[in-house]
């Protein structure tokens, strides 16, 4: 069974920094790609960073680029999101997603974790 | 691309039919999936290219549509399936994500 859980969500402080984790198992980790998408009440679902399988190639939504950074570790099942420059924008339930990984779905995302909370606020 | 789904609330009686519809500002080459979100859960990929059902969906949901207009259709609602829906097109990048249809009980 394919499971992502999430953790390192938490309440920081405006211009700071947190980093999210997100542990796979159930599959072979270093075969997909994974994103971040993260969720509001407003905003609803908003895709955020990708990352391919050896972690070689990564991609970011305008709004976080340059202050998120997405890696991976192969050898632990591991997904990170490392995020700097918090502000209250950034506010969020931040969710790891599995991309379906075939040709005929890539972007598509076929598995979720339960997501991890993330509250920037003074 | 905007993706507008309509209506925002579906108010509907259990066994009944219910049809979400999902419209993209540009075409998608049916490049276009459906999730399911309950309360205090993760989205759960239902349908993906438009029509094809995600691995233990079950039949009563199918999908349809092609262009910039699509459907999610449940064909006699059971209890469980009372919840959110999303649409998502990942015909261009970035992907993007419907403001989603909530369906409640009638």
């Known amino acids: 069974e394919v499971q992502l859980v999430e953790s390192g969500g938490g309440l920081v402080q405006p211009g700071g920094s947190l980093r999210l984790s997100c542990v796979a198992s159930?599959?072979?980790?270093?075969?997909?790609?994974m994103h971040w998408v993260r969720q509001t009440p407003g905003k609803g679902l908003v895709w955020v960073s990708r990352?391919?399988?050896?972690?070689?190639?990564?991609s970011y939504a305008d709004s976080v680029k340059g202050r998120f950074t997405i890696s991976r570790d192969n050898a632990k099942n591991t997904l990170f999101l490392q995020m700097s420059s918090l502000s209250a924008e950034d506010t969020a339930l931040y969710y790891c997603?599995?991309?379906?990984?075939?040709?005929?779905?890539?972007?598509?995302?076929?598995?979720w974790g339960q997501g991890t909370l993330v509250t920037v606020s003074s | 691309i905007v993706m507008t789904q309509s209506p925002a609330t579906l108010s509907v009686s259990p066994g009944d039919r219910a049809a979400l519809s999902c419209r993209a500002s540009?075409?998608?080459?049916?490049?276009l999936a459906w999730y399911q979100q309950k309360p205090g859960q993760a989205p759960r990929l239902l349908i993906y290219?438009?029509?094809t059902r995600a691995p233990g969906v079950p039949v009563r949901f199918s999908g349809s549509g092609s262009g910039s207009d699509f459907t999610l259709t449940i064909s006699s609602l059971q209890s469980e399936d009372f919840a959110l829906y999303y649409c998502q097109q990942y015909n261009n990048w970035p992907p993007d994500f419907g403001g989603g249809t909530k369906v409640e009980i009638k």
């Open positions: 997603a599995r991309d379906c990984s075939s040709p005929t779905c890539y972007s598509v995302f076929d598995s």
């Open positions: 990352i391919d399988g050896d972690g070689s190639y990564t």
């Open positions: 159930g599959f072979t980790f270093s075969n997909y790609w």
């Open positions: 540009q075409s998608l080459s049916g490049n």
């Open positions: 290219g438009a029509s």
